[in-house]
């Protein structure tokens, strides 16, 4: 990110205004827009993964050195990823608008499809990518914003049980009380023996990491030594939660990775990955695949993503808001910024 | 076995004058340095010997010691490929418009071959100076996905492959502006536009 940067991947709006090729969108409707930019032609959108499209990150050449290929592009987001001007705006530009923006129905309010646009389907990802299958239970790591509606989306798969872990209360509560979530409190229990006393020994079915690069712990030395490697600039993410998942999976089991990592770690458990014969899937999200389908959740009341909103505030609030955020004040899970 | 030589052979003498300017310079200075200065010194000195210098390959710099031009004695190689979901010749007939061709901008272009639908050759003038030449080849992708376009390009570093190897670093090299060419293209073919951020608004003043 660069200063003077334009935040906000998870936006939606009314259309204003067009370019000569998009004939599916009219001005003045109401659109969730995704956030992987995605042109609908390439190879990649035209097999459904839309957040590797080919054609839509303009800094291509800079990913390709640090990832080895480019995925998309996305709004307000690390320049690797091209930079576009994100959402936190009045006034936003969407490129291959034919594409991406969905048309939300006037029975929904904002609140109720305004996560289309990134955080639902990547809850749903996850869950999908568990390839759940009845009986199954589902361990889910971080009860921020995406780890509840991966719990839920689990829930909605048919998964028999999910646990849920965080440390702060709030999440837990929200996660318990409104999805009926087991949880485990990581400040205070050890994960690993708790997940596997609650399992019958045998470990979670499938493990979600909602957490990603910026993860913490307690008691944890290998989480001193990420900290340590990161100040030294050894390191560039903190895989406690990933390297926890794979230890607790049962074998033959999926870790579904849906945290951010950006770069490189350290400790990986391949040993653990490779004799247990576990599979890992992750990527950012393919919003474009599951808006229509989630949309269809929420119409027939099967899921009402508002839930998770904690705070309503105005656009100039935002850095107010986003101090909130990082710090835990005010029991704040997601704010949802208004122009 | 011996390395394969990879130094131009104007970059060989530079390296010689530079080994021996640092091992003149540490012998005068303290242990630690000397023999830190003093090593780097005889490294290139070596590197000048064996003609080979084993970071090229991890950097991707190919010199090519023959090159199919009179008067270049030697040229530094950029290979790139790109796969384009569209039919050879619809490929083909864009890469004809000589502006469309990787680092067309830096002078005039003349076609040097065209076998249509296969493979397209140039070179690029300025001013009666070889700036660099290169080819394109065609052909289909399997499993019906399109052409792959392999793009060939070679010239005559600035500042020999040292200069090659501060553009590769800094990644304002001739192999990340013939991808970014590549990329284009495959943007335009398959939907009409290149997207880009330029021009876009932001919060700075």
């Given at each position: 990110?660069?200063?003077?940067?334009?935040?906000?991947?998870?936006?939606?709006?009314?259309?204003?205004?067009?370019?000569?090729?998009?004939?599916?969108?009219?001005?003045?409707?109401?659109?969730?827009?995704?956030?992987?930019?995605?042109?609908?032609?390439?190879?990649?959108?035209?097999?459904?993964?839309?957040?590797?499209?080919?054609?839509?990150?303009?800094?291509?050449?800079?990913?390709?050195?640090?990832?080895?290929?480019?995925?998309?592009?996305?709004?307000?987001?690390?320049?690797?990823?091209?930079?576009?001007?994100?959402?936190?705006?009045?006034?936003?530009?969407?490129?291959?608008?034919?594409?991406?923006?969905?048309?939300?129905?006037?029975?929904?309010?904002?609140?109720?499809?305004?996560?289309?646009?990134?955080?639902?389907?990547?809850?749903?990802?996850?869950?999908?990518?568990?390839?759940?299958?009845?009986?199954?239970?589902?361990?889910?790591?971080?009860?921020?914003?995406?780890?509840?509606?991966?719990?839920?989306?689990?829930?909605?798969?048919?998964?028999?049980?999910?646990?849920?872990?965080?440390?702060?209360?709030?999440?837990?509560?929200?996660?318990?009380?409104?999805?009926?979530?087991?949880?485990?409190?990581?400040?205070?229990?050890?994960?690993?023996?708790?997940?596997?006393?609650?399992?019958?020994?045998?470990?979670?079915?499938?493990?979600?990491?909602?957490?990603?690069?910026?993860?913490?712990?307690?008691?944890?030395?290998?989480?001193?030594?990420?900290?340590?490697?990161?100040?030294?600039?050894?390191?560039?993410?903190?895989?406690?939660?990933?390297?926890?998942?794979?230890?607790?999976?049962?074998?033959?089991?999926?870790?579904?990775?849906?945290?951010?990592?950006?770069?490189?770690?350290?400790?990986?458990?391949?040993?653990?990955?490779?004799?247990?014969?576990?599979?890992?899937?992750?990527?950012?999200?393919?919003?474009?695949?599951?808006?229509?389908?989630?949309?269809?959740?929420?119409?027939?009341?099967?899921?009402?993503?508002?839930?998770?909103?904690?705070?309503?505030?105005?656009?100039?609030?935002?850095?107010?808001?986003?101090?909130?955020?990082?710090?835990?004040?005010?029991?704040?899970?997601?704010?949802?910024?208004?122009? | 076995?011996?390395?394969?030589?990879?130094?131009?052979?104007?970059?060989?003498?530079?390296?010689?004058?530079?080994?021996?300017?640092?091992?003149?310079?540490?012998?005068?200075?303290?242990?630690?340095?000397?023999?830190?200065?003093?090593?780097?010194?005889?490294?290139?000195?070596?590197?000048?010997?064996?003609?080979?210098?084993?970071?090229?390959?991890?950097?991707?710099?190919?010199?090519?010691?023959?090159p199919?031009q009179?008067h270049i004695?030697?040229t530094l190689v950029v290979?790139?490929?790109?796969?384009?979901?569209?039919?050879?010749?619809?490929?083909?007939?864009?890469?004809?418009?000589s502006?469309?061709l990787p680092l067309a901008a830096e002078g005039e272009v003349e076609?040097t071959?065209?076998?249509?639908?296969?493979?397209?050759a140039w070179r690029t003038m300025r001013a009666e100076k070889l700036m660099h030449f290169g080819?394109?080849?065609?052909?289909?992708?399997?499993?019906?996905?399109?052409?792959?376009?392999?793009?060939?390009l070679e010239y005559v570093p600035a500042?020999?492959?040292?200069g090659a190897?501060?553009a590769?670093?800094?990644?304002?090299s001739p192999?990340?502006l013939v991808?970014?060419c590549?990329?284009?293209?495959?943007?335009?073919?398959?939907?009409?536009?290149?997207?880009?951020?330029?021009?876009?608004?932001?919060?700075?003043?």
């Open positions: 990110m660069v200063k003077g940067d334009i935040l906000g991947h998870e936006f939606m709006g009314e259309v204003v205004e067009l370019g000569a090729a998009v004939i599916n969108l009219k001005r003045g409707e109401r659109v969730v827009v995704p956030f992987p930019i995605a042109c609908g032609n390439c190879f990649f959108c035209q097999k459904a993964m839309f957040s590797l499209c080919e054609n839509s990150n303009p800094n291509a050449g800079m990913a390709e050195k640090l990832w080895g290929y480019s995925p998309c592009g996305i709004y307000g987001y690390s320049h690797l990823l091209g930079g576009y001007a994100g959402g936190q705006a009045e006034y936003v530009r969407v490129p291959f608008a034919d594409v991406g923006p969905l048309r939300v129905p006037d029975s929904l309010s904002d609140e109720q499809v305004l996560f289309l646009s990134d955080i639902l389907p990547t809850g749903y990802m996850a869950a999908e990518n568990c390839d759940i299958q009845p009986g199954d239970t589902i361990a889910v790591w971080g009860c921020g914003p995406v780890g509840q509606f991966a719990i839920a989306s689990a829930q909605l798969l048919g998964a028999d049980r999910v646990i849920a872990i965080d440390r702060f209360p709030e999440r837990l509560r929200l996660a318990a009380m409104k999805l009926g979530a087991e949880t485990i409190d990581y400040s205070e229990d050890n994960v690993l023996e708790a997940l596997k006393e609650l399992t019958g020994g045998r470990g979670p079915d499938a493990c979600i990491d909602a957490v990603g690069m910026e993860a913490h712990a307690y008691h944890d030395i290998a989480y001193a030594y990420d900290r340590m490697k990161q100040a030294m600039l050894l390191e560039s993410d903190r895989p406690v939660a990933l390297r926890e998942a794979i230890m607790a999976c049962r074998s033959g089991g999926t870790i579904s990775v849906a945290g951010v990592y950006g770069g490189l770690i350290d400790k990986f458990p391949a040993g653990a990955l490779m004799n247990r014969s576990l599979t890992i899937r992750t990527g950012q999200t393919h919003v474009q695949r599951y808006m229509r389908l989630l949309l269809a959740r929420i119409e027939k009341g099967e899921i009402d993503p508002s839930f998770i909103i904690t705070h309503r505030m105005k656009l100039d609030e935002a850095p107010a808001a986003y101090r909130m955020f990082r710090d835990k004040q005010d029991d704040c899970i997601k704010v949802v910024l208004t122009p | 076995m011996p390395r394969k030589r990879n130094l131009m052979r104007a970059d060989r003498l530079g390296y010689v004058v530079g080994g021996v300017a640092l091992i003149v310079w540490a012998l005068r200075r303290p242990g630690l340095l000397r023999a830190g200065v003093g090593g780097l010194g005889g490294w290139l000195l070596y590197q000048a010997y064996t003609g080979s210098n084993p970071m090229f390959k991890p950097l991707g710099i190919h010199v090519n010691p023959q199919a009179p004695a030697e290979e790139e490929a790109v796969t384009i979901a569209r039919p050879r010749e619809e490929v083909y007939a864009f890469w004809q418009r502006e469309n076609l071959r065209e076998a249509a639908g296969e493979e397209l080819s394109l080849t065609l052909r289909d992708a399997p499993g019906r996905r399109g052409t792959i376009v392999m793009a060939r500042g020999g492959s040292l190897v501060l590769r670093v800094t990644g304002r192999q990340r991808a970014d590549l990329r284009r293209a495959r943007a335009l073919l398959e939907t009409g536009e290149a997207p880009t951020t330029t021009g876009q608004p932001a919060g700075r003043r």
